[in-house]
């Protein structure tokens, strides 16, 4: 199933959610010849740059702060307050995350039948195993304010066919 991130931007006031509105077609053929797409969705996304992990050996043993490691298979590691446990930050997989949470939405509304505008923009159709869905929610204000700068690492798949949900 195809899909194409047609805007990649932050829902305004929202202090950095990302926007991103996908469109889906059924095959790449469909695609390919320019077919309308089935379906069009638009995600809100809270998405971070960096996230914060315990350090661990190659073996699987986490550090704590005074050095020392631990096995995380040991019942008594329960037990060592959170705050002693050595951390190091990492970069997110922000692209891997997006396509993960796109390919979850895609099994949802294949499993159902979904077709037409689940945007909520009530004035274009949305249908749930072909009857029409009322929706409701307002527009979204959006912009490219990028505070968390996340929506810039999406860049590479805005208005590209990607093959992967």
């Known amino acids: 199933m195809p899909y194409r991130i047609s805007e990649a931007s932050t829902l305004k006031g929202s202090g950095g959610l990302a926007y991103i509105l ?4 059924r095959t790449a053929a469909a ?7 089935i379906l069009t969705n638009d995600f809100i996304m809270q ?11 190659t073996d699987g043993w986490f550090k704590l702060t005074d050095g020392t490691f631990v096995d995380p298979a040991d019942p008594q590691t329960e037990d060592i307050p959170s705050n002693l446990f050595a951390r190091e930050t990492v970069q997110r997989p922000t692209r891997q995350e997006v396509r993960e949470n796109i390919r979850a939405y895609w099994q949802r509304a294949k499993a159902g039948r979904w077709s037409g505008d689940h945007t909520g ?3 274009k159709p949305f249908r749930i195993d072909g009857v029409r869905v009322r929706q409701r929610h307002a527009k979204l204000l959006r912009d490219s304010s990028d505070p968390l700068g996340v929506v810039v690492r999406l860049a590479p798949d805005v208005g590209v066919r990607v093959d992967d949900a």
């Open 22 to 25: 996908v469109d889906f077609w």
């Open 121 to 123: 923009d009530a004035s």
């Open 31 to 37: 695609f390919d010849t320019g077919a309308p797409p």
């Open 47 to 57: 998405l971070q740059r960096e996230g914060q992990r315990i350090i661990t050996r």
